[in-house]
């Protein structure tokens, strides 16, 4: 089918089931460009929370949609790409966490919104890159767990003075970064500002003009003075950047920086997703319960 009769289509099944479809903002360009709504994950946990809608199509990844299936307990939430996971949200669960928490009793455990609804369940409050310092700062403790994303917790703690007690996980986008990276895209574009995100490693961060989430890129994009900046994030964000802001050249800190989970929707899935219900993403309600605790415990925060 012609990429403009799937457009037409998507429409049609989004009128008839009263569907919107909520994109993050490293998706595919044309999933972006069809989406009601793109966002950085806090700004679609938000979304997710207000929604009017019936049908949720969560072009992102899994633990995304298990956010909004929690925060939208009777709306029906499809994942078009069943193996669209993310690795680093896969590298701690419920279990695990539970052990590592009875080695520090008493500590508050703070975990990424990267992480499945079992460890939210286990976790007292819940942040994303956008909020993760101001999370932190809310909370009356000088020691802390963070799970999973070292390199968040590793800023978090220079940010906040915070003693932070980190799981190794981290983002395989962002931890490829290196110091070397930002130097060379330095001799490349030397009139650019260099912003890169905070799941990179420190090292990569001090180097940088800026440390953002995706969506404080997207904000920044719109009032930075600079014509050039260089992005160390995952590189669909230069997608959104450029078409907002023409008038400004982005360029990625490295080629190579792309998330393969990310990619994997793709207009044809989304409208497979809105024709046959797939990929159905339910949690548990004893599990949900526990879950949106700490996902409200931020939003009430943020
Ligand atoms: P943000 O969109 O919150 O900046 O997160 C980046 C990310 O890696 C999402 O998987
Ligand atoms: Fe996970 Fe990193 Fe991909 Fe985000 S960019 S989904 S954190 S692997």
């Known amino acids: 089918m012609a990429a403009a009769d799937v457009l037409a289509r998507i429409g049609e099944l989004k009128r008839r089931r009263n569907a919107v479809i909520l994109a ?20 679609l946990s938000r979304k997710a929370a207000g929604l009017e809608a019936e049908v949720i199509v969560f072009c992102g990844v899994h633990f995304m949609a298990e956010t909004a299936a929690i925060l939208s307990p009777g709306k029906t939430v499809l994942l078009p790409e069943a193996g669209a996971g993310c690795p680093m949200a896969d590298m701690i669960n419920g279990r695990e966490l539970r052990a590592w928490k009875e080695r520090f009793p008493g500590l508050p455990v703070v975990c990424y919104v990267n992480t499945s609804a079992e460890v939210k369940a286990e976790s007292d409050i ?8 101001g999370v932190v700062n809310s909370l009356g403790a000088g020691e802390l767990l963070f799970v999973p994303d070292k390199n968040l917790a590793a800023y978090v703690a ?35 500002e260099v912003w890169v995100h905070p799941e990179c490693p420190l090292d990569v961060i001090d180097l940088a003009d800026r440390t953002l989430s995706t969506g404080k890129m997207v904000q920044e994009a719109r009032t930075t003075p600079c014509r ?25 800190a490295r080629d190579t920086a792309v998330c393969v989970h990310m990619k994997m929707t793709t207009l044809e899935k989304v409208q497979r997703a809105l024709e046959t219900d797939t990929h159905r993403v ?20 943020a």
């Open 158 to 192: 220079r940010e906040t003075g915070r003693t932070i007690h980190a799981w190794d996980g981290y983002c395989y986008v962002h931890h490829r970064f290196t110091p070397r990276d930002i130097e060379a895209a330095r001799l490349r574009h030397p009139g650019a």
């Open 24 to 43: 993050h903002n490293y998706q595919v360009p044309e999933v972006q460009d069809a989406a009601d709504f793109v966002g950085d994950s806090l700004e």
């Open 228 to 252: 050039e900046v260089v992005i160390g994030t995952e590189k669909g964000i230069i997608h959104r950047l450029s078409k907002e802001n023409p008038a400004v050249a982005f360029h990625p």
């Open 282 to 301: 339910t949690v548990p309600p004893a599990v949900a319960d526990r879950a949106r605790g700490a996902i409200r415990a931020m939003l009430e925060i």
């Open 126 to 133: 819940c942040c994303t890159s956008s909020n993760a310092v």
